[in-house]
């Protein structure tokens, strides 16, 4: 006579299958979390690489860099910041200032009614993070009678950060030099560039912007958040300061 499973057998047999199943989408969701975490860190890390060759490169051929408020070279301000190179200009904004939407941040000249958003050869260009700007004469680090600074012309102007997958920002920038690292024979100045990059998500940051939230506090976001310091020393070859 022929016997099938009990209910007790196939209870267990359930049980056993739902446990197995359960684990595998643990790990699955595991890996994604993984993936996504490598992901954002290397995003940030290639960034900041491509940003401080870039920098390297501009800086190194600039024959009148200076961080000296007289040579309106340079620009530091609590929402972002200018930097005057010859051929091209660099401009940014913190992501703080992005996130609060600062009525002194860094803008565009062409904006719509919905932000600072410039819609050009179809695509929309967000808010600036750090653009490259091509200004000869480094009009953008002059300000006007008023004391405000030229808005970015779109046209001209590259976007370095917010282009990839994940919308980066910049969180603090600052370029230093002191008198024993100028040469007086060769007219050389070294700068030391320090600037922290990661996740433009305000909410997933620290107060101070240099970490990502604990998982136990509001708004943390450690899939997708990461956020790095780097610090590089350029040498402009006939810079003074």
Request: proline fraction near 2%.
């Amino acid at each position: 006579m022929s016997r099938g499973f009990t209910l007790v057998e196939l209870l267990l047999a359930m049980t056993f299958i739902s446990t197995l199943l359960l684990v595998i989408a643990m790990t699955i969701v595991q890996i994604a979390n993984t993936y996504n975490r490598g992901m954002i860190l290397k995003e940030v890390n290639q960034t900041a690489r491509s940003l401080s060759e870039e920098l390297d490169r501009a800086v190194s051929a600039s024959s009148n860099f200076s961080t000296d408020a007289a040579a309106q070279r340079y620009v530091s301000r609590p929402w972002g910041g200018r930097m005057c190179l010859g051929q091209n200009s660099y401009v940014w904004n913190y992501g703080s200032a992005l996130s609060a939407q600062n009525s002194n941040r860094n803008k565009y000249s062409s904006i719509n009614t919905a932000g600072n958003v410039v819609i050009e050869g179809g695509k929309t260009r967000s808010e600036i993070g750090f653009v490259k700007v091509l200004d000869p004469a480094g009009s953008y680090c002059i300000p006007n009678g008023s004391g405000a600074y030229p808005a970015v012309d779109p046209t001209n102007a590259t976007e370095l950060l917010r282009s990839g997958d994940h919308m980066l920002a910049i969180h603090a920038f600052s370029i230093t030099s002191a008198a024993s690292a100028k040469d007086a024979l060769s007219a050389q100045s070294l700068y030391k560039v320090a600037y922290t990059l990661g996740t433009s998500n305000i909410d997933a940051l620290t107060n101070d912007q240099t970490a990502c939230k604990a998982p136990s506090e509001q708004g943390s976001d450690l899939n997708y958040c990461s956020i790095q310091q780097f610090t590089i020393v350029l040498r402009a070859v006939s810079g003074v300061n």
